[in-house]
Structures are given as structure tokens and as C-alpha cells.
T-cell receptor, first 116, second 109 residues
Framework: DTAVSQTPKYLVTQMGNDKSIKCEQNLGHDTMYWYKQDSKKFLKIMFS???????INETVPNRFSPKSPDKAHLNLHINSLELGDSAVYFCASSQDLASNGNGELFFGEGSRLTVL | GIQVEQSPPDLILQEGANSTLRCNFS?????LQWFHQNPWGQLINLFYIPSGTKQNGRLSATTVATERYSLLYISSSQTTDSGVYFCAVRNSGNTPLVFGKGTRLSVIA
């Protein structure tokens, strides 16, 4: 079974549309993340949630809205898509140091978003 | 925030050769991981290694936390080793991992 799974893997859409990417982890971790990988392969944190609560928001435009219905799920909704949003979005999870974890990060397979 | 520098940025190897990839970081860390991003884009965990040495088959890693660097060794490289190798670190609490820009490795037959 896949530990961190994302859907869809590929998404092609027009500028101005709204889209969502879903993420689920079955590792029992309490912290989940969204990272963005740009065309130069640079990986940058967008959001971090711990037990459904937002703990990191790295100056991401408010067109991006994460939602965590429970600690095993972290979805990413993007409004009014722009050309610059084209990237690969990775979901990840880890177990918090404060919860007897070591913070080791595990990634999903990524969702490639192309905005035309 | 913490800075992570990886070297070299690009590396081309003949199959069977050995290589060493380096990761320097600017502050103390409580987590350091090495990842391999394969040509299909998947990020594969190689090592969780905030300190010490670990080995897994042809790969091994060493982190010298007091001197703020980590090394990834690839021996007898194979074409399937091609891809981008990332080092990522965390320096406090449960803050997110910060990634280096990666080393792009191409192994040719």
C-alpha cells in the first residue's frame, strides 16, 4: 500500500480555473506538508499542518487554500490559476518530534499541474 | 533561516565509477535526509542521518554535525542511479525540512 498518496498525478487546466489536489497518508503521522517544485527542480515548503492545525504558511498567495479534514488528509485548493502556478506539487508527512517521532519526511509521488 | 548548499551541481559518471556528493549547512540540525529524485519524478528516501554513518547497499552516507556537512557516497554507479540527489535539513523543533538545490547525476553506459 502506498504510504503517501496524491491525486490526481497530472492536471492540465486553463488560466482562471479552480482546481484541487488531494493527499492522504496511512503512516499514522501527525504532520503533513505541501511542497512546490519549480521548473528548476527547487523544492520549497508551502504549508505545514500538525493534527489538522496550520502551523506553517510560507508567504503563499491566498489563492492557495489548504484544508485538513483529519490528520491523515491534507488537500490543496487553488483558485484563479495563473501560468506561474505550473509546477509539481508534493505532499509529505512526518511524525512530530514532540510525539515521539524523529521527523523523518516521506513524500507522495507528486502532482504535475500545467496551467495553459 | 538555515542555508543548504550542495556540490557539485552536476555530475556525469561512467557506469561503474564511484562518486561523493556533498551537503553543507549553516546551522546545527536535528534532521538531515538524503533523497533521490528519479527520472520519473519520484522522491525516494535514501537516508535519515542527522549524525553518524549509514550504509545501504552501494550507497552510504556520513554526517559530521559538528562541522556542518554530510556526504553521500555512491559506489559502482549504475545507469539507474541517474537523477537528482537532494539533501534536506531541519534545524529546530518541527519546522519543515529545507532543501538544497540538488546534484544532478547522469550515469552513462
Amino acid at each position: 500500500d502506498t504510504a503517501v498518496s496524491q491525486t490526481p498525478k497530472y492536471l492540465v487546466t486553463q488560466m482562471g480555473n479552480d482546481k484541487s489536489i488531494k493527499c492522504e497518508q496511512n503512516l499514522g503521522h501527525d504532520t503533513m506538508y505541501w511542497y512546490k517544485q519549480d521548473s528548476k527542480k527547487f523544492l520549497k515548503i508551502m504549508f505545514s499542518y500538525n493534527n489538522k492545525e496550520l502551523i506553517i504558511n510560507e508567504t503563499v498567495p491566498n489563492r492557495f487554500s489548504p484544508k485538513s479534514p483529519d490528520k491523515a488528509h491534507l488537500n490543496l485548493h487553488i483558485n484563479s490559476l495563473e501560468l506561474g502556478d505550473s509546477a509539481v506539487y508534493f505532499c509529505a508527512s512526518s511524525q512530530d518530534l514532540a510525539s515521539n517521532g524523529n521527523g523523518e519526511l516521506f513524500f507522495g509521488e507528486g502532482s504535475r499541474l500545467t496551467v495553459l | 533561516g538555515i542555508q543548504v548548499e550542495q556540490s557539485p551541481p552536476d555530475l556525469i559518471l561512467q557506469e561503474g565509477a564511484n562518486s561523493t556528493l556533498r551537503c553543507n549547512f549553516s546551522d546545527s540540525v536535528n534532521n538531515l535526509q538524503w533523497f533521490h529524485q528519479n527520472p520519473w519524478g519520484q522522491l525516494i528516501n535514501l537516508f535519515y542521518i542527522p549524525s553518524g554513518t549509514k550504509q545501504n547497499g552501494r550507497l552510504s552516507a556520513t554526517t559530521v554535525a559538528t562541522e556542518r556537512y554530510s556526504l553521500l557516497y555512491i559506489s559502482s554507479s549504475q545507469t539507474t542511479d541517474s537523477g537528482v540527489y537532494f539533501c534536506a535539513v531541519r534545524n529546530s523543533g518541527n519546522t519543515p525540512l529545507v532543501f538544497g538545490k540538488g546534484t544532478r547525476l547522469s550515469v552513462i553506459a
